[in-house]
């Protein structure tokens, strides 16, 4: 039988599937535990319990957790942690950060929600896919690739990367790719001012 090599931008794509394979499953599990004659605010609390959720003084507030990858050295993971966190109060609690999701027709909190970190290749760690960056994603959507060098990063400093990644699933383009696109740099600058990071 002949072997197959698969290249970077096929296992990317297949890891991208897998991880929308699991945000699907997730969301159907959570369909198929309604039952068919079910009122709509019993339906609509059985999906918020399956994303996490808590009641406090009779409001229902949406607890949203990353999805991190145990294949993450534990550093990133711990880092990633409590960076989503500070990245969510900032969408969350400040307008200006709020408005950079609302102007590319998303909203923040669904966008962070829907966030998947995984480790990079090790492909990718002999290349230069994390030369000058700790973290990467496509734009559109798929997974956050994380660089070893992720947890080196302050709180603040990877509140703003998670961010502006999210930016890119909500669609926000990006220089080379492009042309009339923002640079690295420049969304960085624009989520730290209208973030208050």
């Known amino acids: ?37 079910a009122s709509p605010a019993v339906a609509a ?4 319990t399956a994303l996490g959720a808590t009641s406090v003084g009779g409001a229902t507030q949406a607890i949203c957790r990353p999805t991190i990858s145990s294949k993450l050295a534990d550093r990133n993971q711990r880092k ?3 960076a989503f966190d500070l990245a969510l109060d900032q ?9 950079l999701f609302a102007e590319l ?31 990467y994603t496509i734009h559109g959507g798929g997974p956050i ?3 070893r060098q992720f947890s080196k990063l302050s709180d603040e400093q990877a509140a703003m990367v ?16 492009d042309p009339d696109g923002m640079t690295s740099r420049a969304i960085n600058g624009m989520v730290m001012e209208q973030c208050g990071l």
């Open 1 to 37: 039988m002949k072997r197959t090599r698969h290249t970077g931008s096929t296992r990317r794509a297949l890891i991208t599937m897998l991880a929308i394979g699991h945000l699907l499953a997730a969301g159907a599990n959570a369909a198929d535990t309604v039952a068919s004659g």
């Open 45 to 48: 609390a059985v999906a918020t």
């Open 80 to 82: 990633i942690s409590d």
């Open 91 to 99: 969408v969350r609690e400040v307008p200006g950060c709020r408005d």
């Open 105 to 135: 027709g998303s909203d923040g909190m669904n966008a962070l929600a829907r966030l998947v970190f995984i480790p990079i290749g090790r492909a990718e760690a002999r290349g230069n896919a994390c030369r000058g960056i700790s973290a």
């Open 145 to 147: 690739w994380i660089c």
């Open 162 to 177: 998670i961010i502006h990644e999210a930016l890119h699933h909500a669609g926000l383009s990006e220089y080379p790719q």
